[in-house]
């Protein structure tokens, strides 16, 4: 029988170098996701408070930081509500026209990369 080996700590496939009596190990790198953007959509129909309270409810704001993206929103015609790894963001799109159907609102939403 043959004599075994010993097994190198931290277990097979690690790139292992030696420096000045040191041993360094290669660590994987771990890419982050992509983030996305979900940007509301000013129209003429949905009344701003509904897109207050749906800030605050779905995208947990405070109600100022809520009011204040209100208005960019309604100013400049389009806004970012939060920023998420893509499908926490579609979800996220789906239950903001799920809740503006309900109320018979068009308040639209969409995704967009980072």
């Known amino acids: ?14 790139d292992r170098r030696r420096e ?5 190990r290669e660590r994987e790198r771990v890419t982050k996701p992509p ?7 000013n129209d003429d129909y949905t009344p701003m408070e509904f897109v207050v309270s749906l ?6 704001m405070s109600p100022s930081r809520a009011t204040q993206v209100m208005l960019n929103i309604h100013r400049k015609g389009a806004g970012v509500a939060g920023i998420y790894v893509l499908e926490v963001a579609e979800t996220r799109v789906a239950s903001v026209h799920k809740l503006a159907e309900e109320r018979g609102y068009p308040l639209r939403a969409g995704v967009e990369e980072e």
């Open 55 to 60: 800030l605050e409810s779905l995208f947990r």
């Open 35 to 41: 983030r996305f953007k979900v940007v509301l959509y």
């Open 1 to 14: 029988m043959a004599p075994k080996e010993p097994q190198e700590p931290g277990g097979p496939g690690r």
């Open 20 to 24: 000045g009596g040191t041993e360094l």
